[in-house]
């Protein structure tokens, strides 16, 4: 089933025209993103098919209405998601729904049975489209790309500088040589020294169960023609510099930061999902507030937290007497412990206007675009720090589960030096109020040290934003991205 958001050309499309066809992978960090990448592509004339599903359909108003004011050319394609034949609930289409991650197996393999309507699909266009850009998490689409005959670009979610650790691991199967998940190694092939440990990196690379996945993520990345990131060069010219060198000079497209894409106040607050609060209560209450005095705490789309640990989160903040504006999972808000604190403990009360809970989905890039959003405390998701980023905050960095997150991190603190860390450095550890507190008084310090970094923070927001303008090197990227699938469309005839 289809459904045409904008009017598809006809019979007198031009063949310079390309189309892309966008296969995100099914979890809010990622199909965030790659929604903006479509309608920034869509801007500049190409043609934009997104792969999705039933439930993931209906969370897309605010990309609808992007692509129903620009009048471009942006469809969805909806195919059926297998939950029964994967034993998942139904409704299970996105990460954040499946109600345990012991389920996260099942739903790879789900989004793998993908490939066979995808497949079907693209082969019934009277046309099939000129190009794919597939997440990377999706290493499936090889096998389409390849039966389609189409060009086959991987978007990573995550930073460049994740990616090639990443790639460094797996071209030198890293996980062969060190059996104990937290011993240190340094990753060999960076352009600086980096040590972690195996429990720092992506679950798959090192879980027993995932070693298909693993060969299957390696083999769609040596066989992509080239890489799409949600970054820029200012902020990770070396990595991608370093990135494509070891891919055989394949090419490295920064196109970000993709949540810069677009300016428009209601789009932004309704990115992902609708946000849970009224957004002009939000902005109300910023705007009573000093110019970078708040600290807005988030975990993304996936992390929850015990019942104990959001009471510490609570009191770490309360502690450090700064004003907040903290966001709390609805399904962490709801369990009965969390519930019975915050409204019969005193919390709300002792912090007064100090303090404003969100409890579900924030409407974030507009949270921290707001001048008085003065540091962010992250989970280090890529696309929140590089939403942070843009916005010119400084972050104080918790990672939380194996990912990209704690390599991240060591971007944030060691190399462009605009976060502190809380100082986790294992996964699921669970952090005191104490350590919360001291954290965000180091994030918020008005001394020379935290000018010294909001300065940098300050300056990497002008050059994001220098990035995505006309001229930018982000905007010669996509572009260089479209010229390259015309180029294919054209040699395809
Ligand atoms: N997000 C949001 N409101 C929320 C939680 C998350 O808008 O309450 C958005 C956030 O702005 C970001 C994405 O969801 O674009 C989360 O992606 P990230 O890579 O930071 O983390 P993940 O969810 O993948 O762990």
Redesign the pocket.
């Known amino acids: 089933m289809q459904h045409h958001l904008a009017p598809t050309t006809g019979n007198g499309e031009s063949k310079t025209r390309p189309h892309f066809v966008l296969v995100p992978f099914l979890?809010?960090?990622?199909m965030?993103?790659m929604a903006d990448m479509a309608v920034l592509l869509a801007e500049r004339g190409a043609r934009v098919s997104i792969i999705t599903t039933p439930v993931n359909v209906a969370r897309t108003e605010a990309v609808v209405r992007r692509v129903r004011r620009a009048g471009i050319a942006v469809e969805f394609v909806e195919l059926t998601f297998p939950c029964a034949e994967s034993g998942l609930p139904e409704g299970c289409e996105r990460i954040?729904l499946l109600p345990s991650y012991e389920l996260l197996k099942q739903f790879h393999d789900a989004t793998g049975l993908l490939r066979h309507p995808l497949t079907q699909h693209l082969r019934a266009q009277r046309q099939p489209p000129t190009c794919m850009i597939a997440d990377s998490c999706n290493p499936w689409t090889k096998g389409v790309a390849e039966e389609l005959r189409m060009p086959y670009l991987l978007f990573h979610?995550?930073s460049c500088w994740n990616m090639l650790c990443a790639r460094m691991i797996l071209r030198h199967k890293i996980y062969e040589q060190i059996g104990d998940p937290f011993e240190p190694f340094d990753v060999p092939g960076l352009p600086h020294r980096l040590e972690i440990s195996m429990a720092q990196t992506a679950w798959f690379i090192t879980m027993p169960g995932w070693e298909k996945f693993r060969e299957e993520v390696w083999e769609a990345e040596t066989a992509a023609d080239g890489f799409v990131i949600n970054t820029f060069e200012a902020l990770e010219a070396t990595y991608v510099e370093c990135y494509s060198r070891d891919a055989k000079g394949k090419k490295v497209w920064t196109i970000g930061p993709l949540?810069l894409s677009n300016q428009d106040p209601d789009d932004k607050a309704a990115?992902?999902?609708k946000?849970?609060v009224d957004k002009h209560r939000i902005l109300l209450w910023l705007d009573e507030k000093a110019p970078r005095s708040v600290v807005y705490v988030?975990?993304?789309?996936?992390?929850r937290h015990s019942p104990a640990q959001v009471l510490e989160i609570g009191r770490g903040l309360e502690a450090s007497g700064q004003a907040f504006l903290w966001?709390i999972?609805e399904v962490d808000a709801s369990s009965p412990e969390v519930e019975k604190w915050l409204s019969c403990g005193g919390f709300q009360e002792r912090v007064g206007d100090k303090g404003l809970i969100?409890k579900?989905?924030?409407?974030?890039?507009a949270i921290?675009s707001h001048p008085a959003v003065g540091g962010f405390v992250?989970?280090?998701?890529?696309?929140?720090?590089v939403?942070a980023v843009s916005e010119g905050v400084p972050m104080a960095t918790w990672p939380h589960f194996s990912?990209d997150?704690y390599i991240n991190e060591r971007l944030i603190v060691d190399v462009l030096r605009t976060g502190v860390a809380v100082g986790v450095t294992v996964p699921d550890a669970h952090v005191s109020a104490e350590e919360i507190e001291k954290a965000v008084l180091r994030l918020m310090d008005g001394g020379e040290k935290g000018e010294e970094r909001r300065e940098r923070a300050r300056e990497l927001g002008r050059k994001a934003k220098e990035a995505m303008e006309v001229g930018g090197s982000s905007y010669a990227n996509v572009t260089q991205l479209i010229h390259y699938a015309s180029h294919h469309d054209q040699a395809r005839g």
């Not at 988030?298 to 992390?303: A, D, Y």
């Not at 579900?360 to 890039?365: C, E, I, S, T, Y």
């Open positions: 979890a809010q960090g990622h965030i993103p954040d979610g995550p949540s990115r992902g999902n946000a849970s988030s975990f993304g789309s996936i992390v966001v999972k969100i579900g989905w924030a409407p974030q890039a921290l992250t989970h280090c998701g890529w696309n929140s720090v939403e990912s997150q």
